[in-house]
C-alpha cells in the first residue's frame, strides 16, 4: 500500500512537472525524435518531472511483486484525484462540465473495479507464455501508433477546433498498457530473486519477450505523451491514459498471466460493468476544445 501511495504521488507530481516545463518550450514533433529529445533534456524543470516518473516506476515495480496486477491498477487509480487537484492549482486547467463529468464516471468505473477485487489472497501471475503475451500486445501497439498518427493527421488540419487529447490518451494509455504487462513480467521474474543473484536472473530475464517490450514502448512513450501533453490538457489527457492502461492491463493480465477473473457474481459483474462503463465513457468525450486552452 506505501508504495502504491508513492507511485501515485510520484506520477502525479512528475506529470505537472513535466506539462509545467513543456509550456515553456517550441513545439515538439513526434516527426523529429532527435530535436524533442534535446529539447527535453535542456530543460530542469523537466527533468525533474521524468526522475520523479522513474521513482514512480520503482515503485510501481515494487508494487506487482507483491499484488495481482488488477489489484495494482485500482491504487494506481486513486492517483487520478491528486493529479486533477494539481493541475487545477498549478497549471490552471480548468475542464468543461462534460469533460467533469466523464472524468467522474471514470472515475466510479475505476471504482468498481476496485470494488471487484478479492478481500482475501489472491493468486499472483509470475509469467506468461511468450506467444500470448506478444498475441495480446503487438496489436495492442500497432493500433496505439495507428491511432496517434491518425490523431496528428487531424491536428494538421487548421480549420478544426483544437483536440482535446482523448485520442492521444487512447493511443498512449494502449502503449503504457503494454508496458504494464512487461513491468509485471520483469517483476515476477524478480520475485525471488536477492539483489546479489541478480547475475543468475539474467539469462532467463533476457530470454523472455518482458525486457525488449519495455525497450519498444519506452522511448515511443516518452516522445508520444511529451508531444501530445505539450498540446492538450493535463486534466483530461492524463485520466483517458490512465484509465486505457488500467483497463488493458487487467485484461490482458487475466488472459497473459492467468489471474482469475471474480468467481462470485456480484465481484464478477463489478469486474465487467467497470470495464465497460470505462469504455462507454471514453466513447462519449468530447474530441475538441469548445474554448481556447489556458495559456
Not at 279 to 293: A, G, K, N, Q, Y
Request: proline share 8%; with cysteine; glycine share 10%.
Amino acid at each position: 500500500m506505501t508504495a502504491a501511495l508513492a507511485a501515485n504521488v510520484l506520477y502525479s507530481t512528475g506529470f505537472v512537472l513535466e506539462k509545467r516545463a513543456l509550456a515553456g518550450l517550441p513545439p515538439l514533433h513526434a516527426g523529429r525524435p532527435g530535436r524533442a529529445l534535446r529539447l527535453l533534456a535542456g530543460s530542469p524543470l523537466w527533468i525533474g518531472g521524468a526522475l520523479a516518473l522513474a521513482l514512480g516506476f520503482a515503485a510501481q515495480l515494487a508494487v506487482y511483486r507483491t499484488l495481482p496486477i488488477a489489484a495494482a491498477q485500482g491504487l494506481f487509480v486513486s492517483g487520478l484525484v491528486l493529479l486533477l487537484l494539481l493541475s487545477s492549482a498549478v497549471l490552471g486547467e480548468r475542464p468543461t462540465a462534460a469533460e467533469r463529468r466523464g472524468v467522474a464516471l471514470i472515475g466510479l468505473a475505476l471504482l468498481m473495479t476496485v470494488a471487484s477485487l478479492h478481500s482475501d489472497s489472491q493468486p499472483i501471475g509470475r509469467t506468461a507464455p511468450a506467444v500470448t503475451l506478444l498475441t495480446v500486445c503487438l496489436p495492442a501497439l500497432g493500433l496505439g501508433l495507428w491511432l496517434y498518427a491518425a490523431a496528428e493527421r487531424r491536428a494538421r488540419h487548421r480549420h478544426r477546433p483544437s483536440p482535446t487529447g482523448v485520442a492521444y490518451g487512447v493511443a498512449i494509455g494502449l502503449l503504457y498498457g503494454v508496458s504494464s504487462l512487461a513491468i509485471k513480467g520483469v517483476s515476477g521474474q524478480l520475485a525471488t530473486t536477492d539483489f546479489g543473484d541478480f547475475g543468475e536472473a539474467a539469462p532467463t530475464l533476457l530470454a523472455s519477450p518482458y525486457p525488449y517490450l519495455l525497450l519498444l514502448t519506452a522511448p515511443f512513450g516518452l516522445l508520444l505523451s511529451q508531444t501530445a501533453l505539450q498540446r492538450c490538457r493535463a486534466s483530461l489527457i492524463v485520466p483517458v491514459c490512465t484509465t486505457v492502461t488500467c483497463v488493458f492491463s487487467v485484461a490482458g493480465g487475466t488472459i497473459t498471466f492467468g489471474e482469475p477473473l471474480p468467481q462470485d457474481l456480484p465481484r464478477l459483474a463489478l469486474r465487467l460493468g467497470g470495464i465497460a462503463l470505462a469504455l462507454t465513457v471514453l466513447l462519449t468525450l468530447p474530441r475538441h476544445d469548445t474554448h481556447p486552452p489556458t495559456p
